[in-house]
Protein backbone atom coordinates (compact mmCIF):
# COMPACT_ATOMS: atom_id res chain seq x y z
CA UNK A 1 0.00 0.00 0.00
CA UNK A 2 1.38 3.26 -1.00
CA UNK A 3 3.57 2.41 -3.75
CA UNK A 4 2.02 4.21 -6.05
CA UNK A 5 2.05 7.44 -4.32
CA UNK A 6 5.72 6.46 -3.18
CA UNK A 7 8.82 7.50 -5.81
CA UNK A 8 10.76 4.19 -6.29
CA UNK A 9 13.44 3.05 -8.76
CA UNK A 10 13.68 -0.04 -10.94
CA UNK A 11 16.96 -1.74 -12.66
CA UNK A 12 15.72 0.73 -15.58
CA UNK A 13 16.89 3.66 -13.63
CA UNK A 14 19.17 3.22 -11.22
CA UNK A 15 21.80 3.95 -14.17
CA UNK A 16 20.94 6.90 -14.53
CA UNK A 17 21.00 8.39 -10.96
CA UNK A 18 22.91 11.87 -10.71
CA UNK A 19 23.93 11.34 -7.12
CA UNK A 20 24.63 8.58 -4.71
CA UNK A 21 22.28 8.06 -2.24
CA UNK A 22 23.41 8.09 1.41
CA UNK A 23 20.62 5.09 2.28
CA UNK A 24 18.35 2.45 0.08
CA UNK A 25 15.62 -0.06 0.86
CA UNK A 26 16.21 -2.57 -1.47
CA UNK A 27 12.27 -4.50 -1.94
CA UNK A 28 12.94 -8.08 -2.97
CA UNK A 29 16.14 -10.59 -3.26
CA UNK A 30 16.60 -11.79 -6.77
CA UNK A 31 19.19 -11.82 -8.54
CA UNK A 32 19.02 -7.68 -9.54
CA UNK A 33 18.85 -7.02 -6.17
CA UNK A 34 21.44 -8.61 -4.78
CA UNK A 35 23.55 -7.19 -7.68
CA UNK A 36 22.60 -3.39 -6.74
CA UNK A 37 22.44 -4.36 -3.08
CA UNK A 38 26.59 -5.02 -3.19
CA UNK A 39 26.88 -2.63 -5.99
CA UNK A 40 25.94 0.19 -3.88
CA UNK A 41 27.14 -0.61 -0.28
CA UNK A 42 30.73 -1.08 -1.94
CA UNK A 43 30.23 2.66 -3.11
CA UNK A 44 29.03 3.45 0.27
CA UNK A 45 25.81 3.69 0.30
CA UNK A 46 23.62 2.20 3.56
CA UNK A 47 21.66 -0.93 2.14
CA UNK A 48 18.43 -2.73 3.97
CA UNK A 49 16.80 -5.68 1.80
CA UNK A 50 13.55 -6.42 2.68
CA UNK A 51 12.08 -10.30 1.56
CA UNK A 52 8.88 -12.11 1.94
CA UNK A 53 10.52 -15.57 1.68
CA UNK A 54 12.71 -16.53 4.61
CA UNK A 55 16.23 -16.49 1.66
CA UNK A 56 17.73 -14.79 -0.82
CA UNK A 57 17.88 -15.77 -4.28
CA UNK A 58 14.85 -18.51 -4.08
CA UNK A 59 15.08 -20.17 -7.16
CA UNK A 60 18.81 -21.63 -5.44
CA UNK A 61 19.53 -23.67 -2.75
CA UNK A 62 19.68 -22.44 0.43
CA UNK A 63 23.48 -23.46 1.48
CA UNK A 64 24.43 -21.39 -1.64
CA UNK A 65 22.21 -18.43 -1.21
CA UNK A 66 23.26 -18.23 2.49
CA UNK A 67 26.69 -18.01 1.10
CA UNK A 68 26.32 -15.23 -0.71
CA UNK A 69 23.85 -13.37 1.99
CA UNK A 70 26.98 -13.97 4.10
CA UNK A 71 29.44 -12.13 2.11
CA UNK A 72 26.62 -9.08 1.72
CA UNK A 73 26.33 -9.13 5.38
CA UNK A 74 30.08 -8.91 6.24
CA UNK A 75 30.32 -5.89 3.51
CA UNK A 76 27.19 -3.83 5.49
CA UNK A 77 23.81 -5.27 4.08
CA UNK A 78 20.80 -5.21 6.34
CA UNK A 79 18.58 -8.35 5.78
CA UNK A 80 15.05 -8.65 6.89
CA UNK A 81 13.85 -12.10 5.88
CA UNK A 82 10.18 -13.41 6.25
CA UNK A 83 9.00 -10.05 6.07
CA UNK A 84 6.37 -8.20 4.52
CA UNK A 85 5.59 -5.00 3.42
CA UNK A 86 2.75 -2.77 5.35
CA UNK A 87 3.08 0.23 3.36
CA UNK A 88 5.43 2.96 2.28
CA UNK A 89 5.16 6.89 2.63
CA UNK A 90 6.73 10.11 0.94
CA UNK A 91 8.64 11.90 3.31
CA UNK A 92 10.02 14.11 0.70
CA UNK A 93 13.78 13.82 1.39
CA UNK A 94 13.52 10.69 2.56
CA UNK A 95 11.12 7.57 1.91
CA UNK A 96 9.46 5.20 4.60
CA UNK A 97 8.71 1.54 4.28
CA UNK A 98 6.93 0.00 7.39
CA UNK A 99 7.13 -3.62 7.28
CA UNK A 100 6.08 -6.27 9.17
CA UNK A 101 9.06 -8.97 10.60
CA UNK A 102 8.43 -12.73 10.75
CA UNK A 103 8.25 -12.37 14.62
CA UNK A 104 5.05 -9.92 14.35
CA UNK A 105 7.39 -6.73 15.35
CA UNK A 106 6.37 -3.53 13.00
CA UNK A 107 9.30 -1.84 12.21
CA UNK A 108 9.44 1.75 10.37
CA UNK A 109 12.68 2.11 7.63
CA UNK A 110 13.44 5.12 6.32
CA UNK A 111 15.92 5.35 3.38
CA UNK A 112 17.08 8.13 0.58
CA UNK A 113 15.91 6.41 -2.06
CA UNK A 114 13.60 2.66 -2.57
CA UNK A 115 14.83 0.13 -5.31
CA UNK A 116 11.74 -2.08 -6.26
CA UNK A 117 13.72 -5.75 -7.51
CA UNK A 118 10.53 -7.70 -7.48
CA UNK A 119 9.95 -8.68 -10.79
CA UNK A 120 8.07 -6.77 -13.87
CA UNK A 121 4.57 -7.36 -14.77
CA UNK A 122 4.05 -7.59 -19.06
CA UNK A 123 3.09 -4.13 -20.24
CA UNK A 124 0.89 -5.15 -22.55
CA UNK A 125 -1.82 -1.89 -22.40
CA UNK A 126 -2.89 -0.18 -25.70
CA UNK A 127 -1.75 -3.38 -27.89
CA UNK A 128 -5.11 -4.30 -28.74
CA UNK A 129 -4.23 -8.37 -28.44
CA UNK A 130 -7.67 -9.33 -27.31
CA UNK A 131 -8.83 -8.40 -30.84
CA UNK A 132 -6.38 -10.01 -32.93
CA UNK A 133 -6.67 -13.21 -30.56
CA UNK A 134 -3.16 -13.53 -29.11
CA UNK A 135 -3.61 -15.30 -25.94
CA UNK A 136 -1.88 -13.66 -22.78
CA UNK A 137 -1.68 -13.13 -19.02
CA UNK A 138 -0.01 -11.05 -16.43
CA UNK A 139 4.04 -12.67 -17.14
CA UNK A 140 3.55 -12.16 -20.80
CA UNK A 141 2.37 -13.76 -24.43
CA UNK A 142 1.42 -17.08 -24.35
CA UNK A 143 3.67 -19.40 -26.71
CA UNK A 144 4.00 -23.17 -27.41
CA UNK A 145 7.11 -24.99 -27.16
CA UNK A 146 7.48 -23.80 -30.75
CA UNK A 147 7.08 -19.92 -30.01
CA UNK A 148 4.02 -20.06 -31.51
CA UNK A 149 1.26 -17.63 -30.18
CA UNK A 150 -2.41 -18.60 -29.91
CA UNK A 151 -2.06 -17.29 -33.89
CA UNK A 152 0.17 -19.51 -35.28
CA UNK A 153 1.61 -17.29 -38.01
CA UNK A 154 2.74 -15.02 -35.09
CA UNK A 155 5.66 -15.72 -32.68
CA UNK A 156 6.90 -14.48 -29.67
CA UNK A 157 10.89 -14.71 -28.09
CA UNK A 158 12.74 -13.04 -25.60
CA UNK A 159 10.97 -10.85 -22.57
CA UNK A 160 7.91 -11.15 -24.29
CA UNK A 161 7.21 -14.62 -23.01
CA UNK A 162 7.84 -13.63 -19.84
CA UNK A 163 9.91 -17.31 -19.35
CA UNK A 164 13.59 -16.62 -19.06
CA UNK A 165 14.22 -12.89 -18.84
CA UNK A 166 17.92 -13.48 -19.87
CA UNK A 167 19.58 -12.13 -22.95
CA UNK A 168 21.37 -15.52 -23.90
CA UNK A 169 17.62 -16.98 -23.61
CA UNK A 170 16.14 -14.70 -26.19
CA UNK A 171 19.00 -15.10 -27.93
CA UNK A 172 18.17 -18.61 -28.29
CA UNK A 173 14.41 -17.97 -28.67
CA UNK A 174 15.27 -16.23 -31.81
CA UNK A 175 17.14 -18.88 -33.63
CA UNK A 176 14.03 -21.50 -32.82
CA UNK A 177 11.95 -18.73 -34.45
CA UNK A 178 14.19 -18.14 -37.33
CA UNK A 179 14.15 -21.59 -37.68
CA UNK A 180 10.26 -22.45 -37.39
CA UNK A 181 9.16 -19.43 -39.02
CA UNK A 182 11.61 -18.81 -41.99
CA UNK A 183 12.81 -21.69 -42.82
CA UNK A 184 10.03 -23.76 -41.83
CA UNK A 185 12.02 -26.43 -39.97
CA UNK A 186 10.10 -27.88 -36.99
CA UNK A 187 12.24 -27.00 -33.77
CA UNK A 188 11.08 -27.18 -29.78
CA UNK A 189 12.19 -24.77 -27.33
CA UNK A 190 14.41 -27.13 -24.42
CA UNK A 191 15.74 -25.37 -21.05
CA UNK A 192 16.80 -28.61 -19.62
CA UNK A 193 20.45 -26.96 -19.30
CA UNK A 194 19.66 -22.96 -19.69
CA UNK A 195 22.80 -21.88 -17.64
CA UNK A 196 22.26 -18.78 -15.67
CA UNK A 197 24.54 -16.44 -13.47
CA UNK A 198 24.16 -13.96 -10.73
CA UNK A 199 26.87 -11.38 -10.71
CA UNK A 200 28.04 -10.82 -7.16
CA UNK A 201 30.71 -10.89 -6.00
CA UNK A 202 31.54 -13.94 -5.70
CA UNK A 203 29.37 -15.01 -8.52
CA UNK A 204 26.55 -17.88 -8.23
CA UNK A 205 26.12 -19.94 -11.92
CA UNK A 206 23.66 -22.67 -12.66
CA UNK A 207 22.98 -25.06 -14.97
CA UNK A 208 20.24 -27.73 -15.14
CA UNK A 209 18.98 -28.99 -11.73
CA UNK A 210 19.89 -27.70 -8.49
CA UNK A 211 19.08 -29.98 -5.31
CA UNK A 212 15.76 -27.99 -4.81
CA UNK A 213 14.15 -28.71 -8.26
CA UNK A 214 15.53 -32.35 -8.07
CA UNK A 215 13.66 -32.89 -4.87
CA UNK A 216 10.43 -31.12 -6.25
CA UNK A 217 10.53 -33.23 -9.23
CA UNK A 218 11.22 -36.52 -7.04
CA UNK A 219 14.58 -37.17 -8.60
CA UNK A 220 17.11 -39.07 -6.52
CA UNK A 221 20.16 -37.68 -6.52
CA UNK A 222 24.08 -37.73 -5.31
CA UNK A 223 25.90 -34.37 -4.27
CA UNK A 224 29.57 -34.07 -5.16
CA UNK A 225 31.65 -30.96 -3.96
CA UNK A 226 34.82 -29.24 -4.21
CA UNK A 227 35.65 -25.91 -2.36
CA UNK A 228 37.61 -23.00 -3.37
CA UNK A 229 39.72 -23.39 -0.10
CA UNK A 230 41.22 -25.84 -1.57
CA UNK A 231 41.92 -24.27 -5.08
CA UNK A 232 45.52 -22.84 -5.42
CA UNK A 233 45.00 -20.28 -8.05
CA UNK A 234 42.16 -19.61 -5.73
CA UNK A 235 44.37 -19.29 -2.55
CA UNK A 236 46.85 -16.89 -4.26
CA UNK A 237 44.29 -14.65 -5.01
CA UNK A 238 42.81 -14.36 -1.62
CA UNK A 239 39.45 -15.91 -2.73
CA UNK A 240 38.20 -18.45 -0.05
CA UNK A 241 34.71 -18.05 -0.37
CA UNK A 242 32.52 -20.96 -2.46
CA UNK A 243 32.08 -24.20 -3.91
CA UNK A 244 31.00 -26.22 -7.04
CA UNK A 245 28.02 -28.62 -6.74
CA UNK A 246 27.24 -31.25 -8.90
CA UNK A 247 24.37 -33.55 -8.95
CA UNK A 248 24.29 -36.88 -10.23
CA UNK A 249 21.26 -39.24 -11.01
CA UNK A 250 20.83 -42.74 -9.71
CA UNK A 251 22.40 -43.42 -13.11
CA UNK A 252 25.31 -41.51 -12.25
CA UNK A 253 24.32 -39.12 -14.96
CA UNK A 254 25.01 -35.57 -14.24
CA UNK A 255 21.88 -33.50 -13.47
CA UNK A 256 23.18 -29.69 -12.51
CA UNK A 257 26.11 -27.69 -11.22
CA UNK A 258 25.81 -24.80 -8.98
CA UNK A 259 29.16 -22.77 -8.69
CA UNK A 260 29.75 -20.04 -6.08
CA UNK A 261 33.01 -18.58 -6.44
CA UNK A 262 35.50 -16.20 -8.24
CA UNK A 263 34.40 -16.09 -12.29
CA UNK A 264 31.88 -18.79 -11.84
CA UNK A 265 30.24 -17.65 -14.80
CA UNK A 266 33.34 -18.31 -16.63
CA UNK A 267 33.47 -22.09 -15.08
CA UNK A 268 29.57 -22.98 -15.93
CA UNK A 269 30.81 -22.94 -19.63
CA UNK A 270 32.65 -26.06 -19.44
CA UNK A 271 29.55 -27.83 -17.55
CA UNK A 272 27.29 -26.71 -20.74
CA UNK A 273 29.37 -28.92 -22.98
CA UNK A 274 28.76 -31.64 -20.40
CA UNK A 275 25.45 -31.49 -19.58
CA UNK A 276 24.53 -30.81 -23.50
CA UNK A 277 26.73 -34.26 -24.28
CA UNK A 278 29.14 -33.14 -26.09
CA UNK A 279 31.77 -33.93 -23.61
CA UNK A 280 32.09 -36.82 -20.83
CA UNK A 281 32.04 -36.52 -17.04
CA UNK A 282 34.79 -38.72 -17.11
CA UNK A 283 37.11 -37.02 -19.92
CA UNK A 284 36.60 -33.87 -18.03
CA UNK A 285 38.12 -35.76 -14.65
CA UNK A 286 41.12 -37.23 -16.55
CA UNK A 287 41.64 -33.78 -18.99
CA UNK A 288 44.70 -32.15 -18.19
CA UNK A 289 43.61 -28.57 -17.06
CA UNK A 290 46.62 -25.93 -16.06
CA UNK A 291 47.93 -25.08 -12.89
CA UNK A 292 47.10 -23.03 -11.35
CA UNK A 293 43.85 -22.32 -12.47
CA UNK A 294 40.22 -21.65 -11.08
CA UNK A 295 39.15 -23.95 -13.71
CA UNK A 296 40.86 -27.12 -12.12
CA UNK A 297 37.94 -27.31 -9.17
CA UNK A 298 35.51 -28.51 -12.37
CA UNK A 299 38.18 -31.50 -12.95
CA UNK A 300 38.53 -32.19 -9.08
CA UNK A 301 35.00 -32.03 -8.88
CA UNK A 302 34.52 -34.74 -11.09
CA UNK A 303 37.38 -36.69 -10.21
CA UNK A 304 35.67 -36.97 -6.87
CA UNK A 305 33.14 -39.31 -8.47
CA UNK A 306 35.78 -41.25 -10.32
CA UNK A 307 37.93 -41.64 -7.47
CA UNK A 308 35.92 -44.48 -5.20
CA UNK A 309 35.54 -46.54 -8.13
CA UNK A 310 39.22 -46.38 -9.23
CA UNK A 311 40.28 -47.02 -5.33
CA UNK A 312 37.27 -49.16 -4.54
CA UNK A 313 38.26 -52.89 -2.53
CA UNK A 314 37.20 -54.83 -5.67
CA UNK A 315 40.42 -52.88 -7.48
CA UNK A 316 42.42 -53.21 -4.36
CA UNK A 317 41.67 -56.69 -4.44
CA UNK A 318 42.29 -57.61 -7.53
CA UNK A 319 45.49 -55.14 -8.25
CA UNK A 320 47.04 -57.82 -5.03
CA UNK A 321 45.79 -60.66 -6.75
CA UNK A 322 47.61 -59.40 -10.02
CA UNK A 323 51.42 -58.19 -8.13
CA UNK A 324 51.04 -61.80 -6.83
CA UNK A 325 51.18 -63.44 -9.88
CA UNK A 326 53.70 -61.08 -11.03
CA UNK A 327 55.91 -61.52 -8.32
CA UNK A 328 55.93 -65.11 -8.61
CA UNK A 329 56.33 -65.48 -12.45
CA UNK A 330 59.77 -63.50 -12.12
Not at 69 to 84: A, I, K, P, Q, R
Not at 204 to 218: H, Q
Not at 303 to 311: C, E, L, M
Request: glycine share 10%; with cysteine.
Amino acid sequence: EGLDKTPYITNKEIFSLDHLPKSMIVLGAGPIAMEMAQSFIRLGTQVVVIQRSGQILSKEDKDMADEVMNVLGSEGVVFHLNTSVIRTNDHGVEKEVIIKTGGGETVNLRAEMVLVAMGRTANLEGLSLDDIGIEFDRKGLKADDRLRTSQKHIYAAGDVTGAYQFTHAAGYEGGIVISNAIFHLPRKTDYTFLPWCTYTDPELASIGMNEKAAKAAGIKYSVWTETFKDNDRSLAEGERVGKIKMLLDEKEKPLGVQILGPQAGELLNEWVAVLNGKVKLSTLASAVHPYPTLGEINKRVAGTFFSPKIFSEKVKKGLKFFFHLKGRAC
